[in-house]
């Protein structure tokens, strides 16, 4: 069931889907970019993206840090800036009420932005790392992203404290895998909900794209929040189709009345 401009429609899907929730003993929330752009954090591939501004070939793999770092930290300065001017959104404050009413279990999130905890969301999996924290690929150090950020505010190379060698920010760049407990714990999260809500997700990105027919072929309830479709619409009972911003927090007030 896709649901998009019918006004009375859309409230009889989010109150279906909130019933859905209601009655879960343990749910949990997939994001991806599309639950921060709200917050003036352009996604990826939208127009007005990440690489619609910048190829992700030059900027955001490992061979760019280690090949072409000038590329590299001006990318990734220029979006700690966007970062630091944002503020969690009204979809962001949604799930954290949900969780805190204890409605929702865990957060599985995409984004490195940090936004659902500083809405208050505590059980949250980064499956992407952060942008809390430098880190040297050489010898495993982790740290303030200050490190980064300074240097490059001076003119200089962020360098480790530990090694001297480059660090770059603790997000998994492309030629890297994921962090693999950070996804064993995604993957037991969603083989033991009654409930996946997918917000703001392109559901591109493998494995996390996986999730939901992980938590389908357990027995779980999919629900998708996203303004356009996804490649795995057909495995949810309910699409709806919009921002976070315009969906949660009528879902999640929907959830607290039931």
């Known amino acids: 069931m896709a649901v998009r401009s019918d006004e009375g429609r859309i409230h009889h899907a989010i109150a279906q889907a909130a019933s859905a929730l209601a009655a879960s003993p343990f749910s949990v929330a997939l994001t991806g970019a599309g ?20 190829d992700p070939v030059e900027v955001a793999t490992l061979t760019a840090f280690r090949r072409t770092p000038e590329k590299f930290y001006d990318f990734y300065q220029r979006r700690l800036a966007r970062l630091a001017a944002a503020a969690p959104n009204v979809g962001h404050q949604a799930l954290a009420e949900l969780e805190a009413s204890g409605r929702l279990g865990a957060i599985i999130t995409q984004n490195v932005d940090g936004l659902h905890q500083a809405a208050g969301s505590r059980q949250v999996i980064e499956l992407h790392g952060n942008l809390r924290e430098a880190a040297c690929p050489q010898c495993q150090w982790t740290g303030s992203i200050r490190l980064i950020t300074e240097a490059l505010g001076a003119g200089t190379v962020p ?23 950070a996804y064993r714990q995604a993957e037991d999260a969603c083989r033991r909900a009654a409930v996946l809500l997918v917000v703001g997700s392109s559901l591109q990105v493998t494995p996390a794209a996986w999730l939901p027919q992980v938590a389908r072929q357990h027995g779980a309830t999919v629900i998708i ?10 495995v949810a009972q309910f699409v709806l189709r919009g921002r976070a911003g315009a969906i949660l927090p009528p879902l999640v007030a929907a959830v607290q009345k039931a």
């Open 35 to 54: 639950m921060s752009t709200e917050s003036g954090l352009p996604d990826f591939r939208s127009p007005g993206g990440l690489w619609g501004e910048d």
């Open 159 to 181: 360098a480790c404290p530990r090694c001297a060698a480059r660090v770059k920010p603790n997000v998994v760049l492309f030629e890297e895998l994921l962090p693999q407990a």
């Open 225 to 234: 929040v996203n303004d356009e479709p996804t490649p795995f619409d057909h």
